[in-house]
């Protein structure tokens, strides 16, 4: 767990053998009512293209939104991806020729990115939502993921612990 997706450096993950980060887009990087993808979005993806990681973008939103922030980063992207389906992922990985070994999953939803990067065997990595939405659903939905933040934290603290 990370705070914001510029806290995740290229450094960070090259120390645990990352080379491909699939990232989610809406709450992660951006919110929802943000069309564009800000200075600090922008500088991370060349900061990890420079380190030699691919980045991807994996999206359960529509082509529009997609299209219209990938514009200007250019990166491999998939729209309506429909996560926790791992049927985009697979088909990036091999289009890619990408290992799942040394490769993770970016995201800011439980049981949406982290639930694919599980279901596939990758490695992953949540951030806080950016503006989380007020609607019922997403209470809910939060609601149900505390106890999974909270196990996590747990152990962090006992690692801390035990070293
Ligand atoms: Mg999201």
Redesign the pocket.
């Known amino acids: 767990m990370f705070d914001r997706f510029s806290d995740i450096t290229p450094e960070f993950l090259q120390s645990i053998g990352i080379r491909s980060v699939f990232v989610?887009?809406?709450?992660?990087l951006a919110p929802y009512e943000a069309p564009d993808p800000n200075q600090k979005v922008i500088k991370w993806f060349e900061d990890l293209k420079n380190a030699g990681i691919t980045a991807i973008l994996m999206?359960?939103n529509d082509a529009a939104r997609v299209h219209r922030f990938n514009k200007s980063l250019r990166l491999p992207a998939y729209y309506d991806c429909k996560k926790p389906s791992i049927k985009s992922y697979v088909n990036a990985l091999s289009r890619l020729g990408l290992d799942r070994a040394d490769s993770c999953v970016i995201?800011?939803?439980i049981f949406?990115?982290v639930l694919v990067g599980k279901r596939l065997g990758l490695r992953a990595i949540l951030v806080p939502?950016i503006r989380d939405q007020k609607t019922m659903f997403f209470r809910i939905k939060r609601f149900f993921e505390k106890p999974f933040i909270l196990y996590f934290k747990r152990q962090q603290v006992k690692k801390q612990f035990l070293q």
């Open positions: 989610d887009i809406d709450n992660t999206s359960n995201g800011d939803q949406t990115d939502p």
